[in-house]
């Protein structure tokens, strides 16, 4: 019967450690942010206003670097584009957490893969999987999933998800 209660137990240390209480809510309030991003975003993220570019947040009420004819109703600002900057954060967050969830996907699945058959095989076959293994981890992940990146022009999110995906799974 005790072992049915360990998944509350867990829960009951997480609510008391304010830090994993902390780290829960800011990690539920991006998936909600990139969830609702449509209609949490101020305005379009890709819209150009050339007018207002570098234009200062709303909270930085300093005259310098407001232009007269701007009125300052942007939260976080405006890029060199004259894009508004708290728009391309809502809306980035939708990427980072899909490239975040395919690699972390790719990865579990090649190394869980390769760890089982190397376990139960064992022998030869365990030895040269840890040998792709060992040459996987000796190079620099991110900049060999740049180098693989670079030779395909036309690298999309899902190259690059993959790519990582493939580099990362030694750790795994």
Wanted: proline content about 6%; glycine content about 8%.
């Amino acid at each position: 019967m005790a072992g049915n209660l360990a998944p509350f137990a867990l829960l009951g240390r997480l609510y008391r450690d304010p830090s994993a209480v902390f780290g829960l809510l800011l990690a539920a309030f991006i998936l909600l942010c990139a969830a609702f991003a449509p209609m949490l975003s101020p305005a379009d993220p890709n819209h150009v206003d050339r007018t207002r570019m570098n234009e200062a947040p709303r909270w930085l009420n300093v005259k310098r670097y407001r232009k007269a004819a701007a009125p300052a109703d942007t939260m976080l600002g405006r890029d060199v584009r004259g894009r508004d900057v708290l728009s391309r954060v809502i809306y980035g967050a939708r990427t980072s957490l899909l490239v975040g969830v395919l690699v972390v996907t790719i990865a579990a699945s090649i190394g869980v893969t390769l760890g089982c058959i190397a376990g139960y095989a064992g022998g030869a076959l365990d030895a040269a999987i840890m040998r792709a293994v060992d040459i996987l981890l000796a190079f620099p992940f991110l900049i060999l999933a740049l180098a693989v990146v670079s030779i395909f022009p036309q690298a999309t999110l899902w190259h690059i998800a993959f790519v990582l995906g493939f580099t990362y799974w030694p750790g795994i």
